[in-house]
């Protein structure tokens, strides 16, 4: 055992590998994965640690899914458990990428892998929406955080409004809310939590020290590699460029991969062209079928710009440097947010005329997972899914002619299996693959 968590490493270890393949779905599937198991399952989290993690993953650039699984580990076994928790959240994914992007550049025929994750996408589906349904009805406990989460799914599904503009709106709802009477802050109890080794924090100065060789460790981590191409390939070198251009990204990148693909695909394709823009769509659909987060698709950008432009090198060396290049400067930050942020936002929960901002921040996550949940849902069950904009409103229109009926009855009968039949994640997971298979090839 270690520390006062009460769960071993090892056993930790072996379920953020779980978690790390079995991570499809996107941020609301991944949300709902490790709710599942971390506070369903394993009990290791408690429902208010969980989503006070949450809530900060939702403000912090990258990919929220991957930051909240480094949390998470990070809050059971400090340091160490927070990096094998973030990097096997990462690396199943990347490992899958990296051989699809192999593959893609060499024969652009992937149709067996289509065909296995066509299953996969729809059991996701189902268990988005089974863990929607269960933390909205833990969550939801006044008019009030009703009222915050449905302002925070139109704001972001209609609207296009970033997710931490709604996020900070809806922490100021609750600030004001608690000193107007309209939300009662929850009190801070902590007693039943279960107890991890993040449950006493360090003195005052004891964190300011531990932040100050946190913020110069992860700094160095992150950007030295960047300095060390810059330094022996020059600037205008393809993977020199890549580091750059994907480091500002890992900053910029609020609200998650969606918020930022546009701007990527524009610079990838027209600027640096590294990629055309159908092989861009090609690659985001393999990120989407496969496990991680959907930021990975910079992967395989990464990927075939290096293999492309190869100079001096082997073009299939060339393309896995280029992909680990841009994976390693998209997710470094990603700890160094948890490392350097988590310590003050715990203390946070120790503030009792604050809860009542985070529980309205929390209503609002609600909205964003049904966000998520409804436009991941629209593009398992139809073909075809446009973007229209009226006036200052975002509308997606499924072609209704394109609905998949096979993943419609995928989608139905595994939303059944999980919550008629309570079946676990694996095996449902493991027969819609199968079938997937089966519909795809027979």
Same mark, same amino acid.
């Given at each position: 055992?270690?520390?006062?968590?009460?769960?071993?490493? +090892?056993?930790?270890?072996?379920?953020?590998?779980?978690?790390?393949?079995?991570?499809?779905?996107?941020?609301?599937?991944?949300?709902?994965?490790?709710?599942?198991?971390?506070?369903?399952?394993?009990?290791?989290?408690?429902?208010?640690?969980?989503?006070?993690?949450?809530?900060?993953?939702?403000?912090?650039?990258?990919?929220?899914?991957?930051?909240?699984?480094?949390?998470?580990?990070?809050?059971?076994?400090?340091?160490?458990?927070?990096?094998?928790?973030?990097?096997?959240?990462?690396?199943?994914?990347?490992?899958?990428?990296?051989?699809?992007?192999?593959?893609?550049?060499?024969?652009?025929?992937?149709?067996?892998?289509?065909?296995?994750?066509?299953?996969?996408?729809?059991?996701?589906?189902?268990?988005?929406?089974?863990?929607?349904?269960?933390?909205?009805?833990?969550?939801?406990?006044?008019?009030?955080?009703?009222?915050?989460?449905?302002?925070?799914?139109?704001?972001?599904?209609?609207?296009?409004?970033?997710?931490?503009?709604?996020?900070?709106?809806?922490?100021?709802?609750?600030?004001?809310?608690? +000193?107007?009477?309209?939300?009662?802050?929850?009190?801070?109890?902590?007693?039943?939590?279960?107890?991890?080794?993040?449950?006493?924090?360090?003195?005052?100065?004891?964190?300011?020290?531990?932040?100050?060789?946190?913020?110069?460790?992860?700094?160095?981590?992150?950007?030295?590699?960047?300095?060390?191409?810059?330094?022996?390939?020059?600037?205008?070198?393809?993977?020199?460029?890549?580091?750059?251009?994907?480091?500002?990204?890992?900053?910029?990148?609020?609200?998650?991969?969606?918020?930022?693909?546009?701007?990527?695909?524009?610079?990838?394709?027209?600027?640096?062209?590294?990629?055309?823009?159908?092989?861009?769509?090609?690659?985001?659909?393999?990120?989407?079928?496969?496990?991680?987060?959907?930021?990975?698709?910079?992967?395989?950008?990464?990927?075939?710009?290096?293999? +492309?432009?190869?100079?001096?090198?082997?073009?299939?060396?060339?393309?896995?440097?280029?992909?680990?290049?841009?994976?390693?400067?998209?997710?470094?930050?990603?700890?160094?947010?948890?490392?350097?942020?988590?310590?003050?936002?715990?203390?946070?929960?120790?503030?009792?005329?604050?809860?009542?901002?985070?529980?309205?921040?929390?209503?609002?996550?609600?909205?964003?997972?049904?966000?998520?949940?409804?436009?991941?849902?629209?593009?398992?069950?139809?073909?075809?899914?446009?973007? +229209?904009?009226?006036?200052?409103?975002?509308?997606?229109?499924?072609?209704?002619?394109?609905?998949?009926?096979?993943?419609?009855?995928?989608?139905?009968?595994?939303?059944?299996?999980?919550?008629?039949?309570?079946?676990?994640?694996?095996?449902?997971?493991?027969?819609?693959?199968?079938?997937?298979?089966?519909?795809?090839?027979?």
């Amino acid at each position: 055992m270690t520390g006062t968590s009460g769960v071993s490493f +090892r056993e930790a270890f072996l379920v953020w590998l779980k978690i790390g393949f079995l991570s499809f779905g996107g941020p609301a599937g991944q949300i709902a994965l490790m709710h599942r198991i971390l506070v369903e399952e394993k009990k290791w989290l408690s429902e208010p640690q969980f989503l006070h993690a949450l809530n900060f993953c939702m403000l912090l650039p990258g990919p929220e899914a991957q930051q909240l699984a480094t949390y998470s580990g990070w809050l059971l076994h400090g340091l160490r458990g927070g990096f094998v928790a973030g990097l096997l959240f990462v690396l199943p994914g990347f490992l899958v990428m990296l051989v699809l992007s192999v593959l893609y550049a060499a024969y652009a025929e992937l149709a067996l892998i289509e065909a296995l994750f066509f299953g996969i996408k729809a059991a996701v589906f189902a268990i988005v929406i089974e863990a929607l349904i269960r933390i909205g009805s833990r969550v939801m406990k006044t008019r009030a955080l009703y009222g915050v989460a449905a302002v925070a799914f139109v704001a972001i599904f209609f609207f296009d409004i970033p997710f931490p503009l709604v996020v900070a709106g809806a922490a100021l709802f609750g600030f004001l809310g608690a +000193r107007g009477g309209w939300i009662s802050p929850p009190a801070a109890d902590l007693t039943g939590e279960p107890l991890t080794d993040r449950t006493v924090l360090p003195t005052k100065w004891g964190m300011a020290w531990q932040s100050f060789i946190t913020l110069a460790v992860g700094l160095i981590l992150w950007l030295g590699p960047v300095a060390a191409l810059i330094f022996f390939l020059g600037g205008s070198h393809v993977l020199a460029q890549q580091a750059i251009f994907f480091s500002q990204m890992a900053v910029a990148s609020f609200g998650g991969a969606y918020a930022v693909l546009a701007y990527v695909a524009q610079e990838a394709v027209q600027n640096y062209g590294w990629l055309s823009a159908g092989e861009m769509l090609d690659g985001l659909g393999l990120a989407e079928t496969t496990p991680g987060p959907l930021i990975l698709v910079l992967q395989f950008v990464g990927y075939l710009g290096a293999f +492309r432009e190869a100079s001096g090198i082997d073009p299939l060396m060339s393309g896995m440097v280029g992909a680990v290049v841009t994976t390693w400067v998209t997710f470094a930050p990603c700890f160094l947010w948890i490392f350097l942020g988590a310590p003050y936002i715990e203390r946070l929960r120790r503030i009792e005329n604050l809860n009542a901002m985070f529980a309205a921040v929390t209503a609002a996550v609600v909205g964003v997972i049904l966000n998520l949940s409804i436009w991941f849902g629209l593009h398992v069950l139809f073909a075809e899914v446009e973007e +229209r904009h009226v006036s200052m409103l975002r509308l997606w229109s499924p072609d209704l002619a394109t609905l998949d009926l096979w993943a419609l009855a995928l989608s139905i009968g595994a939303l059944v299996a999980v919550l008629r039949f309570k079946a676990g994640m694996v095996p449902v997971l493991g027969v819609a693959a199968l079938l997937g298979l089966a519909i795809r090839f027979f």
